[in-house]
């Protein structure tokens, strides 16, 4: 059944790519080639749920499929999971995209969205299949050149062909990165595959695993987007059509996620406590920071991208406790630190996937990603909005919703941390709590503004006013997702045992498949915490249910009047007199004034005849990110002036070319004489 | 059986005393500043009041604007059946630790603060603004203080914190509980809209926060909303008294030892009350921007509070 599953993902996303070839425009156009990857998406998602419920574990191998290429492909546990991460958002968007594509017809290829969308799919499903390193890279190329194809679908856009190239340019880096990194895992012979290389890898000496660590942090972290490597994520995902930018933010840089589980827990074994302290520091930077600036954007698609930082970082944090932990020896709470990395990693992919599909939506019926001519379009557009509230909630981590399960299980880890044997580290944790806290605080903040700005009070431009709810293809694609955020939030009793059991045996991981759950309830080792959101979700609605029901028996006026806003007197509201984005975060800014340094520029116009008249006034204020400052314009300085130098190397006089090869051509020849 | 009836009698316990508990403040404050104030029971009329006038809903206002109140009150209210009161442990222990109630809590918050945009005034937009500021800083010093309790009892668990501390007295001494005590006391009176962070009194000044956000809001939604931020009051309270001075608490379910808890529930209640009685008359109200630096000492506060109970583990 198995291979049928994955011959049948095979045929769709082939079908959906030749269709996109075959019919230029239309309706088939958009129709054939979202069916071929929304099923193909389905079928990946199947074989994910039954490899993990159904069949016995490991039992998925296609080492024989195109033989003689090297290519090899092996499902085990940790692939089925991201499986199914990778088909919950690839059916939601290919749904989605099929309604959301119209508005491309005649303006933009939709052929190349078409094709690049199967072929993107099919390479993040047989991705965390691969099970040798040639495998993996290809794939990963494949993977990275696809969706920079996507990205630059709408080119002549301000900005878009700037930011595929710096995610071009990003992604190479780390590849490069992956390249060096499976060299040295694999002794130089790319076809070996994962299982020789999880035996070998412990007779490298430290400095080749600690170098193969660094490396592969390097690599996957770009892909990922952690701090300071995060720089192409708020400017790629925007530009690029809302349904891939859910597919990017929810699934593509995932892989970065699953490539570091993969590699520094199951083919390097763990290692030292440093891998899993720089995980956990490097997750907590990303996750303020990246939360920090979402704060500060009013571009709608922007601020997500920030909060996938952010998300990124919390994932991190999760596996850089289980890493520490591990390397201690300490296998539950190891475990309990993974599961509550990789249960954020799905949740993540259903709430942002949901919420870029919403942003989607919002800029489908406004034009724009900026929230300052937003407001309004909760009337507009209820079914939007209700998703987008349902995303909003789930990423601010309230419960009963996923974010709180998957947060509360990583806070749980580092609670954990009190059983430390070294008070150095141990004391690691507690500021990794404060940091995550202010965190999930922070993004609460970030979502009350972006939900409300967006979506609530008066419309603040006329493209806001006349605002339409998406057609009915895009609201299931937000839909499906909605639905993944309240049931993967109210059954972690069922989602935590699977990721239990995905881990077992992971670097030594043991069995934690009933450690964590006890009826409806989630509890930590010994009973260090206990939590139910199923009950907590009951509870909520018995209440909703009851307070209306005991008012009515009480008697409780219940007249209500429309009448206008209360405005100390004035007569008539204009959206002119709302809250605006930049507005409501003002006080974080001034609170976090010394990272974010904002330029402020203040001209003001005076009556010629008296300055108490004021004719204009303009103000501007600017903030540019810390790292593009420190760290990328030196870099791109240094780069650019190299360059410059280089340039006199090719002085166009090809007596001087015939020289330089002489000169080589005896280097060499001495080089060869010597070594 | 008994254990769910005890559930619903606590939290309807806090349910009714927590207008007494605010009324009760007002009056203290009152009698500190010479005047002879309303009685106590003044905000249960203001209550019967408010459920009686008709609601005055803005023509911008969205269906969100009619549920928030109820989520807000619905959360306060499920906080109350999750937190040992009158007595420990509860039969709803597995259902939600401390951050649960935490999170309860911010969802409540998340909610008015929607609200607080979806008039379109710019009071509702500043208040929502300042109140989300204020709960996203205050977030991690309550985790910390969290932690810290958590160190000493071995779980997040409130039950098992309370009676990590009863079977284990000099607990409530050490430098971790009583750090982290201050810690939450501060961040008690920034959740809770008390001064110096917010001044529960003022109306229309342009340095309020809570009043601010609910400025629109009428009839049977405000006192939906008063009640709330009431009941939030009482937990708070009744968190800074059960979790660091757990006595009285009833550990066996008796009619003595329940009728003991209840008493001194309300006695803990009332000293916490005249506390911050006097402290509101004491203080003037910070500048905004000052509120970060004050709730920044907290965070210090609690980072130390677990420090030490790391060291002294």
Same mark, same amino acid.
């Given at each position: ?125 047989? @991705? ?28 002549? @856009? ?213 929230? =300052? ?50 008070? =150095? ?97 989630? @509890? ?5 915490? @206990? ?145 | ?21 605010? #009324? ?83 969802? *409540? ?6 609200? *607080?945009?979806?008039? #379109?005034?710019?009071?509702? *937009? ?43 007295? #000099? ?101 916490? #009350? ?40």
């Amino acid at each position: 059944m198995m291979s049928n599953l994955f011959f049948i993902m095979l045929f769709f996303f082939g079908f959906g790519a030749l269709t996109a070839l075959i019919f230029p425009r239309g309706l088939p156009a958009r129709a054939l080639p979202a069916i071929g990857a929304g099923i193909g998406s389905g079928a990946g998602f199947a074989l994910g749920v039954s490899h993990l419920f159904i069949l016995h574990p490991s039992s998925f191998i296609l080492s024989s499929f195109l033989p003689l290429t090297g290519f090899a492909l092996r499902l085990d546990g940790l692939g089925a999971f991201f499986l199914i991460v990778i088909g919950l958002v690839g059916v939601s968007a290919s749904i989605y995209g099929f309604g959301y594509s119209a508005a491309y017809e005649g303006r933009y290829s939709l052929r190349v969205m078409g094709v690049m969308l199967n072929i993107l799919l099919l390479t993040l499903n047989l @991705q965390v299949m691969a099970d040798n390193a040639l495998t993996f890279l290809i794939l990963w190329e494949a993977m990275s050149l696809s969706a920079y194809w996507l990205v630059l679908t709408e080119s002549d @856009q301000p900005g878009t062909v700037r930011a595929a190239s710096w995610y071009l340019a990003m992604t190479h880096a780390g590849f490069a990165a992956l390249v060096a990194m499976f060299f040295l895992l694999s002794g130089g012979e790319l076809t070996t595959s994962f299982a020789d290389m999880r035996s070998t890898s412990a007779l490298l000496s430290p400095l080749t695993r600690d170098a193969i660590f660094l490396l592969a942090l390097f690599g996957f972290g770009a892909k990922a987007g952690i701090v300071p490597l995060h720089i192409w994520l708020p400017m790629a995902h925007p530009v690029a059509p809302s349904h891939v930018s859910a597919l990017m933010s929810g699934v593509v840089i995932k892989m970065g996620i699953y490539g570091i589980v993969r590699v520094a827990l199951d083919l390097l074994g763990g290692g030292p406590v440093w891998w899993g302290g720089i995980i956990l520091g490097v997750g907590a930077v990303s996750a303020l920071l990246g939360v920090l600036y979402a704060l500060m954007e009013h571009d709608l698609k922007r601020l997500l991208a920030y909060h996938s930082v952010e998300n990124i970082g919390i994932i991190l944090i999760g596996v850089g406790a289980g890493l520490i932990f591990h390397s201690y020896g300490m296998m539950t709470l190891a475990a309990l630190g993974f599961i509550g990395g990789l249960y954020h990693t799905i949740n993540h992919a259903s709430f942002k996937g949901l919420l870029f599909l919403g942003a989607g939506s919002v800029l489908h019926a406004t034009g724009t990603r900026n929230m =300052e001519e937003m407001g309004g379009l909760i009337k507009k557009m209820p079914y939007t909005a209700l998703f987008f509230l349902i995303g909003a909630a789930a990423i601010s981590a309230l419960p009963p919703l996923n974010g709180f399960a998957s947060e509360w299980l990583v806070f749980q880890a580092l609670l954990g941390g009190f059983n430390l044997p070294v008070p =150095e580290v141990a004391l690691i944790m507690p500021v990794a709590v404060g940091m995550l806290a202010l965190t999930s605080g922070l993004a609460a903040a970030c979502f009350v503004k972006a939900f409300g700005i967006t979506f609530l009070a008066l419309p603040r431009s006329h493209e806001a006013e006349h605002a339409h709810e998406s057609p009915l293809s895009m609201r299931i694609g937000m839909g499906l997702l909605a639905l993944a955020c309240i049931g993967l939030g109210l059954a972690p009793f069922v989602v935590v045992p699977v990721i239990g059991g995905v881990l077992n045996g992971l670097g030594g991981l043991p069995d934690t498949r009933a450690a964590f759950t006890s009826n409806l309830s989630l @509890q930590t080792p010994a009973a260090f915490g @206990q939590m139910s959101s199923t009950l907590v979700m009951l509870g909520l609605l018995i209440l909703l249910a009851v307070i209306p029901l005991v008012m009515k028996i009480l008697r409780v006026n219940k007249n209500l009047r429309v009448s206008d806003t209360w405005g100390c007197g004035r007569v008539g509201q204009t959206p002119r007199m709302e809250y605006t984005a930049t507005s409501f975060a003002e006080p974080l800014r001034r609170v976090f004034a010394e990272l974010y340094r904002p330029s402020k520029e203040l001209t003001i116009d005076f009556h010629p005849d008296s300055k108490y008249f004021v004719q204009s006034i303009e103000y501007k204020s600017e903030i540019t990110p810390l790292f593009e400052r420190l760290l990328y314009d030196p870099f791109l300085r240094l780069v650019q002036s190299t360059a410059r130098q280089v340039r006199k190397l090719q002085a166009g006089s090809l007596h001087l070319y015939l020289a330089y090869v002489t000169v080589i051509l005896i280097l060499l020849l001495l080089a060869a004489r010597w070594f | 059986m008994t254990g769910y009836l005890l559930e619903f009698s606590q939290a309807l316990l806090a349910l009714l005393l927590a207008p007494m508990l605010a #009324g009760f403040v007002r009056w203290v404050k009152a009698r500190l500043q010479n005047r002879r104030g309303a009685p106590i029971w003044q905000p249960y009329f203001e209550l019967a009041k408010l459920f009686g006038k008709d609601v005055v809903m803005s023509n911008n206002a969205s269906w969100l604007f009619r549920v928030a109140p109820y989520i807000v009150f619905a959360s306060a209210l499920a906080v109350t059946f999750l937190i040992p009161l009158i007595a420990a442990p509860l039969p709803f222990d597995n259902i939600g630790d401390l951050l649960v109630v935490v999170y309860l809590l911010l969802l *409540g918050t998340f909610f008015l603060a929607l609200a *607080g945009l979806d008039t #379109g005034t710019a009071f509702g *937009g500043m208040g929502s603004s300042r109140e989300m500021t204020v709960a996203a800083i205050a977030e991690p010093t309550i985790a910390l203080s969290i932690f810290s309790l958590a160190l000493g009892a071995g779980s997040t668990n409130l039950s098992h914190i309370v009676v990590a501390t009863l079977t284990n007295p #000099g607990v409530a001494l050490s430098p971790g509980h009583l750090l982290a005590f201050a810690a939450i006391f501060i961040v008690s009176l920034a959740e809770t809209g008390r001064l110096p962070v917010d001044n529960p009194s003022t109306h229309l000044e342009l340095t309020m926060i809570h009043e601010a956000m609910i400025l629109e809001y009428s009839g049977r939604y405000l006192a939906l909303i008063e009640w709330a931020s009431w009941l939030k009051l009482t937990i708070f309270f009744a968190l800074l008294a059960n979790l660091f001075v757990p006595w009285g608490l009833a550990t066996a379910l008796t009619p003595a030892a329940l009728a003991i808890a209840v008493v001194t529930l309300i006695l803990k209640l009332a000293i916490l #009350g005249v506390v911050v009685a006097v402290v509101e008359t004491r203080i003037a109200k910070l500048r905004l921007f000052r509120v970060p630096e004050l709730l920044g000492m907290s965070f210090v506060l609690a980072l130390l509070a677990v420090t030490s109970s790391f060291l002294l583990k």
